[in-house]
């Protein structure tokens, strides 16, 4: 949930204003890529189609999904995906997956405590295997990265990019943090050296036939 809602009237120049702020063109055509897309939601159809296509990113990355109708406790239960939830949501799932070690993806919530949609927080709180610093570090990992898939995929990245606190501090520590996220991504291997993410799997030196498949994606 957005922490300081930004009047619509406000956000092009809060957008301008952050664009300013960022360190160099490669971090500026990320958050490029993000602005593009919608600033609100997907309803209806779209959003059942964003859903979908969240769903099968999620396959092809080996993550299991419950079935329709499934009661889910957690986003993550350490085995299975809840797909009933929407497609950024997903996303971020999937970006956590990818970004944990595989020690914590057995976990419920990747060893992070409860999210925002845990119900038995309990559990997820028994589950915590890391620090709240490397908490943070990983959630902001898993946003950007989630939210860099939601524009590849021409869904509403921008409306994320708000949900999400990006431009919390705006004036001091919001353009900094997302351009030191951006480069975190890029060191492990989820962001090229343009700064647009990958799709498929984390690219190693040997696999350049994944990474061709993988700009190929978006």
């Known amino acids: 949930m957005m922490l300081t809602p930004i009047p619509p009237d406000l956000l092009p120049p809060a957008l301008d204003d952050f664009a300013a702020r960022l360190p ?4 500026r055509s990320l958050f490029a890529m993000i602005r593009e897309t919608p600033a609100d939601r997907a309803v ?3 959003a059942e189609r964003h859903r979908q296509e969240a769903l099968a990113m999620a396959r ?3 993550m299991g999904v419950h079935p329709e109708g499934a009661v889910c406790a957690f986003n993550w239960d350490g085995a299975a995906l809840d797909g009933a939830t929407e497609a950024y949501v997903i996303l971020h799932e999937i970006a956590h997956f ?5 020690e914590r993806r057995r976990l419920v919530d990747f060893g992070l405590g409860p999210g925002p949609d845990t119900s038995d927080r309990g559990a997820a709180e028994r589950a915590r295997a890391v620090t709240l610093a490397e908490g943070d570090a990983d959630e902001a990992a898993a946003s950007l990265l989630g939210i860099s898939w939601e524009a590849a995929l021409g869904h509403p990245a921008l409306a994320s990019f708000l949900d999400q606190n990006w431009l919390e501090g ?5 353009a900094p943090h997302f351009a030191a996220t ?3 991504l890029r060191e492990r291997g989820w962001l090229d050296a343009g700064l647009r993410p990958y799709l498929v799997r984390r690219p190693t030196p040997s ?3 994944a ?3 993988a700009r190929q994606t978006w």
């Open 24 to 27: 160099n063109d490669a971090v």
């Open 207 to 209: 696999s350049a036939a």
């Open 170 to 174: 705006l004036e001091r520590s919001a």
């Open 182 to 184: 951006a480069a975190v």
């Open 60 to 62: 092809r990355f080996g």
């Open 98 to 102: 990818v970004l944990a070690p595989p």
């Open 44 to 46: 209806g159809a779209e």
């Open 211 to 213: 990474i061709c498949i």
